[in-house]
């Protein structure tokens, strides 16, 4: 069984500029959960997608927009690049949301570097 | 905000020796717990999770869990050089949105 793929795997941006990131779950799976990780503030939340429909969001601002698709892969964008979106996005798919039940497994993770 | 704290290290022990990994988190509607192991430059892999007080052991995993002082460890018997990496302690909250320490570097010296 295939794992969860991430595209692209590095991305080198300007301030000012857009990225989309996308996260391809394992077969199945209808949960994918977004998550940024940095050397000061660790692995934060950014939104959850379940059946094409965000059904939780973290507290980031609303450049950072997401999507899923009909077959559950997803999308986050984001758009007017900070020099602070330099990170590890990391995308975690599971059957049905990630709770105690359904355990999440996570991508490899796109390395976005903001110039 | 959700809070999950943990020692970031690192934690040097000798190989053979119990590793001891520990957290807190703030928020007391927290509903599960997880452990994760990352090693550098790679994903996050589930470990074990716990949901209910006391001890759950898996192999040369345990994970213990108390809600009152809201505190959940992680120990590591009979440590190996393979164990080395970052662990990363996960609360869930509200079914599916979890919150992540900043980890604990551990080394194991052969």
């Known amino acids: 069984k295939a794992g969860v793929t991430q595209t692209p795997r590095y991305l080198i941006k300007t301030r000012g500029q857009q990225v989309t990131l996308s996260c391809s779950p394992i077969?199945?799976?209808?949960?994918v959960s977004w998550y940024q990780q940095t050397p000061g503030q660790g692995l934060q939340f950014l939104f959850e997608?379940?059946?094409?429909?965000?059904?939780n969001k973290g507290n980031f601002p609303g450049r950072f927009s997401g999507r899923q698709f009909s077959n559950s892969r997803s999308e986050m964008n984001v758009s007017t690049l900070e020099l602070g979106d330099s990170a590890l996005y990391l995308c975690?798919?599971?059957?049905?949301?990630?709770?105690?039940?359904?355990?999440?497994?996570f991508g490899p993770g796109t390395r976005l570097t903001v110039l | 905000q959700k809070e999950v704290e943990q020692n970031s290290g690192p934690l040097s022990v000798p190989e053979g020796a119990i590793a001891s990994l520990n957290c807190t988190y703030s928020?007391?509607?927290?509903?599960?717990f997880f452990w994760y192991r990352q090693y550098s430059g790679k994903s996050p892999e589930l470990i074990m999770f716990?949901?209910?007080?006391g001890d759950k052991e898996d192999g040369r995993f345990t994970a213990q869990l108390n809600k009152a002082s809201q505190y959940v460890s992680l120990l590591i018997r009979d440590s190996q050089p393979s164990d080395s990496a970052t662990y990363l302690c996960?609360?869930?909250?509200?079914?599916?949105?979890?919150?992540f320490g900043s980890g604990t570097k551990l080394n194991v010296k052969p």
């Open positions: 975690a798919s599971s059957l049905d949301g990630p709770t105690s039940y359904n355990e999440q497994f």
């Open positions: 077969s199945g799976h209808r949960s």
């Open positions: 997608y379940f059946s094409e429909t965000q059904r």
């Open positions: 928020d007391r509607g927290s509903q599960s």
């Open positions: 716990i949901y209910s007080n």
């Open positions: 996960a609360v869930l909250y509200n079914f599916n949105k979890f919150y």
